[in-house]
């Protein structure tokens, strides 16, 4: 009883959150600006971390939070060096 | 979901209402951020995923991964805390960084600059 509802409740949640990153993937395709691509990019990380959270609690195995950990960093200094780029037109000055 | 059957009723009702609520609020947040009109208001939406989505996922994983016995909940805590500290500094360098461009092309419904913040002429 109980396996089956959070078994039901985490594919739910997955397919919420693969329809959130379906939303983030035309803001980040068709965006108007660079700023936008940006953001869009960012919440796409952030999807895909939370994406990663689930498959970690569906199969019960520490792997998916170490990946996940390291994608929540990867998207931080990402979006830090783009955003950088576009006030100044270098990363590193 | 094999080590899943002993898991107690009321964890599970638990864990799957913070999922779905953590799942929701993520999928509003980025449907905000595909529907809003302008840049200013798009990059408030995704914040509604960055603050409870993340929060209610991550406390529906650590509820569950305690219930079960089968590893400390570090992990959970190190994410919670790192995208919380850096989700407004990042939203904070491109609100900044787009306002800067807005105005160095010169639109019109962008603030115009206080004299105390002018920036300084010579750039590298």
Excluded at chain 1, 69 to 90: P, Q
Excluded at chain 2, 18 to 34: D, E, K, R, V
Excluded at chain 2, 75 to 100: D, K, N, Q, W
């Amino acid at each position: 009883m109980s396996a089956a509802i959070l078994n039901w409740s985490i594919t739910i949640a997955q397919i919420m959150l693969g329809m959130a990153m379906l939303c983030t993937i035309f803001r980040l395709a068709g965006g108007p600006r660079a700023q936008d691509r940006v953001l869009g990019l960012d919440t796409l990380y952030l999807n895909a971390m939370l994406l990663l959270l689930t498959f970690g609690m569906r199969s019960g195995s520490t792997l998916y939070f170490e990946a996940a950990l390291v994608i929540s960093l990867l998207g931080f200094v990402a979006t830090v060096a783009l955003a950088k780029f576009l006030m100044r037109g270098e990363v590193i000055e | 979901m094999s080590e899943a059957a002993d898991l107690p009723l009321w964890a599970a009702l638990l864990v799957s209402a913070l999922l779905l609520i953590g799942a929701g609020l993520t999928l509003i947040g980025s449907y905000g951020l595909l529907r809003l009109e302008r840049f200013y208001d798009r990059i408030h939406a995704p914040t509604l995923g960055s603050s409870w989505g993340t929060g209610g996922i991550l406390v529906a994983s650590m509820l569950l991964f305690s219930v079960l016995q089968t590893r400390p909940v570090l992990h959970e805590i190190l994410i919670a805390l790192f995208v919380t500290v850096t989700t407004p500094v990042t939203l904070m360098l491109l609100a900044r960084a787009a306002l800067y461009r807005d105005r160095t092309e010169g639109n019109a419904d962008v603030p115009p600059m206080l004299s105390k913040d002018v920036p300084p002429t010579q750039n590298p």
